[in-house]
């Protein structure tokens, strides 16, 4: 009986069988890499909570501007200068989806959107809280209604005066989050948060001189 012989193998085969070989085991490792990389980055998270100043400031910063996007969507629908029409929809867009950063990451974390607490997290710079338990550069209730009876000229001094009144309560958070937020993303939002309503500010103090008006003293 005769030995059967296999058919030869083309040389070019033999280094194309080499080539898969070795592409597979570089698949193989880059996959196992990557399963790496998100077993580890998924564990540290899970075991790596957020502090105390990631939830105080992302809970008093979302009243805070809770406040502020009334404020503005009145404005926004009542006023009759242009200019401060689109401010006003500026403010309450921004603050808008930042309350929903915010209010996402208290889910996230399984924090209530309520501080019990406020103002807590900032430890011994502790800000004063303000008259009926308002953070510092909230208008009271009688003010709400004021801005919320006025049209006209009247209407836009007074939201002005309490807009800047309101961000200059608001900017010793951001800044102490900056500081001291865990959280990079925290501390992202707040340094955010620090460069828009410093312009504001500027902005609307100088729309505040042209109409002839000056603003309230800053929170203490």
Same mark, same amino acid.
């Given at each position: 009986?005769?030995?059967?012989?296999?058919?030869?193998?083309?040389?070019? $085969?033999?280094?194309?069988?080499?080539?898969? !070989?070795? !592409? +597979?085991? *570089?698949?193989?490792?880059?996959?196992?890499?990557?399963?790496?990389?998100?077993?580890?980055? /998924?564990?540290?998270?899970?075991?790596?909570?957020?502090?105390?100043?990631? *939830? $105080? %400031?992302?809970? #008093?910063?979302?009243?805070?501007?809770?406040?502020?996007?009334?404020?503005?969507?009145?404005?926004?629908?009542?006023?009759? #200068?242009?200019?401060?029409?689109?401010?006003?929809? #500026? &403010?309450?867009?921004?603050?808008? %989806?930042?309350? $929903?950063?915010? =209010? /996402?990451?208290? #889910?996230?974390?399984?924090?209530?959107?309520?501080?019990?607490?406020?103002?807590?997290?900032? $430890?011994?710079?502790?800000? *004063? +809280?303000?008259?009926? /338990?308002?953070?510092?550069?909230?208008?009271?209730?009688?003010?709400?209604?004021? @801005?919320?009876?006025?049209?006209?000229?009247? @209407?836009? !001094?007074?939201?002005?005066?309490?807009?800047?009144?309101?961000?200059?309560?608001?900017?010793?958070?951001?800044?102490?989050?900056?500081?001291?937020?865990?959280?990079?993303? !925290?501390?992202?939002?707040?340094?955010?948060?620090?460069?828009?309503?410093?312009?504001?500010? &500027? =902005?609307?103090?100088?729309?505040?001189?042209?109409?002839?008006?000056?603003?309230?003293?800053?929170?203490?």
């Amino acid at each position: 009986m005769s030995e059967s012989v296999a058919p030869p193998v083309p040389a070019g $085969g033999a280094g194309l069988r080499r080539t898969l !070989v070795v !592409v +597979m085991a *570089v698949a193989v490792l880059a996959l196992a890499g990557t399963a790496g990389w998100l077993i580890g980055n /998924g564990s540290s998270s899970g075991t790596s909570g957020p502090s105390a100043v990631d *939830v $105080g %400031f992302a809970q #008093d910063m979302s009243t805070h501007h809770v406040q502020a996007i009334t404020m503005a969507a009145y404005e926004r629908d009542n006023t009759t #200068d242009s200019a401060l029409k689109v401010l006003a929809f #500026d &403010i309450e867009s921004s603050q808008n %989806f930042q309350v $929903g950063e915010m =209010q /996402g990451w208290l #889910d996230e974390w399984g924090k209530s959107r309520n501080n019990p607490q406020p103002m807590a997290w900032m $430890g011994d710079q502790h800000m *004063v +809280m303000g008259a009926g /338990g308002l953070m510092p550069g909230m208008a009271t209730p009688a003010q709400m209604n004021k @801005l919320e009876a006025l049209h006209g000229k009247a @209407l836009d !001094v007074l939201f002005l005066q309490l807009m800047i009144h309101h961000h200059q309560g608001g900017l010793p958070m951001a800044r102490y989050a900056v500081a001291h937020a865990k959280d990079a993303s !925290v501390r992202a939002l707040a340094g955010a948060m620090i460069s828009a309503q410093s312009a504001e500010i &500027i =902005q609307m103090e100088q729309t505040l001189r042209a109409l002839g008006a000056s603003s309230l003293p800053p929170p203490s």
